[in-house]
């Protein structure tokens, strides 16, 4: 999925203004403008539509996760992650959404898709790893869909 799809999904899910979504940004390490986000939220064929670069979405997501779960203190920012995977979204949303393996199952099989624990972790492994999965814009599409009320 697009970083814009993502975006737009999230701030549908929060129901948060685009102000809202500058300040969580903001909570991941990165300044950026109103008229910035406004760009971001528009659909392609859009006049003014901006891609959202990959850097702003990392911030975004870190900044989602201490939007959702506050931030720790002790602990730096951690570093971001790029370039942005649909693997590296469904990981932060997990996180940030405190799911787990049980409600992300759930989520995909309220879309009528079944998947087992195994499946589901080989989308968190390293890609280096003998048994990662890549996560197809269709899964992460009923994941967001699944967390919207």
Known sequence: MTNNTVLRGVRYLLNVS?????EIIALGGAVVKHSDV??????????????????VMAHFLDGLI???????????LPPIEIPITNNIVLKKLRVAFQLKDVDIIALIEKAGLSLTKTELSAF??????????????QFLRNVLKGLTP
């Not at 939007?67 to 602990?75: A, I």
């Not at 968190?124 to 996560?135: E, K, S």
Request: hydrophobic fraction near 20%; glycine fraction near 4%.
């Open 18 to 22: 685009d102000e809202k979504l500058k």
């Open 38 to 55: 406004i760009t971001y939220l528009l659909k392609e064929e859009e006049a003014g539509y901006v891609e959202c670069p990959d850097t």
């Open 66 to 76: 201490i939007f959702k779960r506050g931030r720790d203190e002790s602990r730096p």
């Open 124 to 137: 968190f492994r390293q890609p280096d790893h003998r048994n990662y999965r890549v996560c197809h814009d």
